[in-house]
């Protein structure tokens, strides 16, 4: 939530206005729309996301997290590190260089925990035929 909030302030101080916003997150987006209750502590950046979104032209969209793998290298990051922290096109780490190479040539990601288990169904499948 504070990634998305975060993204929106970005929004106003860059002047863009019409956003399309994936998140892997459906709950998140189903809190969005509909005015569900939910946990107190989350009121408040619920509310202010709500805000900044009505100032904007915004559209919520769900997308599986396979989907976006450079979001999703950005969101385990971001859970790493403590308070803010800004990556430009000279301090990007490399797997993520590697994730938007991939992006822009059209071409699929695969979960590399989901290759490695592929691999061995594989192999054991070969060995044991």
Not at 49 to 74: D, P, Q, S, W, Y
Request: hydrophobic share 50%; charged share 15%.
């Amino acid at each position: 939530m504070r990634g998305l909030s975060y993204g929106l302030e970005l929004c106003y101080k860059i002047k863009v206005t019409n956003v399309v916003i994936e998140l892997d997150a459906l709950s998140l987006i189903q809190l969005l729309n509909k005015n569900i209750m939910c946990y107190p502590k989350f009121i408040y950046i619920l509310r202010k996301i709500k805000i900044l979104m009505e100032g904007l032209n915004c559209t919520l969209v769900h997308i599986f997290r396979e989907g976006n793998a450079c979001a999703n290298f950005l969101a385990k990051k971001g859970c790493l590190i403590n308070g803010m922290k800004e990556f430009s096109s000279i301090n990007l780490p490399q797997q993520l260089k590697g994730l938007v190479r991939l992006k822009k040539l059209g071409m699929p990601y695969i979960l590399v925990l989901f290759s490695v288990i592929f691999l061995l169904l594989i192999l054991s499948f070969v060995f044991y035929c």
